[in-house]
């Protein structure tokens, strides 16, 4: 069972421009959804989050967008660069303290220079 | 900045050898997780650890498995028998109190021969 799902498992982008995340969820009791960004051989490594009574939360290059009545949230980067290239993971928490996170299958993620 | 120290990076056993793996979390969080990625996977829940405790624990989390706080500062997840199937990164995270954002660990890759 999906809860979080990653539908597209790759994606290429030129450098400069936007690259574009989506993911969508089944479990409306889903209150935190995070971006966590992965090289190989390394831990996930936190990127962004947005809480459910938001629907748009912005760092730098880095927005996240929330659609909660379509279930859906996505990751801007603008402008995208080389370096932004890994596994990009969707994730989401319950709204108990030490709930884990569950994560999406994951979009690979190609900037080309 | 503060990190979540996995020992050793990796680990190669036989199959029905026992192995523990080894976790440092950030010294001022409470919640505990470990969590794994079998290669070409998506990053799964094992369990949750609080206050001493077990708090959560997914179906991958038999009887083979226990996580411990022995001395208050490591954190450590023991398989008892190996399988070839339990080959994987393992990923130890943890979480401050009220806060939702995870650290990862940078894993520990555990192959069974």
């Known amino acids: 069972d999906q809860q979080v799902k990653q539908n597209s498992p790759s994606l290429s982008v030129q450098e400069g421009r936007i690259s574009i995340l989506n993911c969508d969820y089944t479990n409306s009791m889903f209150d935190y959804f995070l971006w966590y960004k992965k090289y190989p051989a390394e831990g996930p490594t936190f990127l962004i989050s947005?809480?459910?009574?938001?629907d748009k939360n912005e760092d730098g290059r880095f927005t996240v967008f929330l659609n909660k009545s379509a279930k859906h949230l996505s990751l801007h980067i603008v402008p995208s660069q080389p370096g932004d290239s890994a596994v990009y993971f969707c994730?989401?928490?319950?709204?108990?303290?030490?709930?884990?996170?569950?994560f999406g299958p994951g979009t690979s993620l190609s900037v080309i220079p | 900045e503060p990190e979540v120290t996995q020992t050793p990076s990796h680990q190669v056993t036989q199959m029905g050898q026992e192995v523990i793996l080894r976790c440092v979390p950030i010294?001022?969080?409470?919640?505990f997780y470990w969590y794994r990625q079998i290669l070409g996977q998506k990053v799964e829940f094992l369990v949750s650890?609080?206050?001493?405790?077990?708090?959560?624990k997914s179906e991958i989390f038999d009887d083979q498995f226990s996580v411990e706080r022995p001395d208050g500062s490591n954190f450590t997840l023991k398989i008892r028998s190996t399988k070839l199937e339990d080959s994987a990164m393992y990923f130890c995270?943890?979480?401050?109190?009220?806060?939702?954002?995870?650290?990862f660990g940078s894993g520990t890759r555990l192959t069974v021969v």
């Open positions: 650890f609080y206050n001493n405790e077990i708090s959560e």
């Open positions: 995270a943890s979480r401050k109190p009220l806060g939702q954002d995870y650290t």
């Open positions: 947005i809480s459910s009574i938001k």
């Open positions: 010294s001022n969080h409470l919640y």
């Open positions: 994730a989401a928490s319950g709204r108990t303290s030490y709930d884990k996170v569950i």
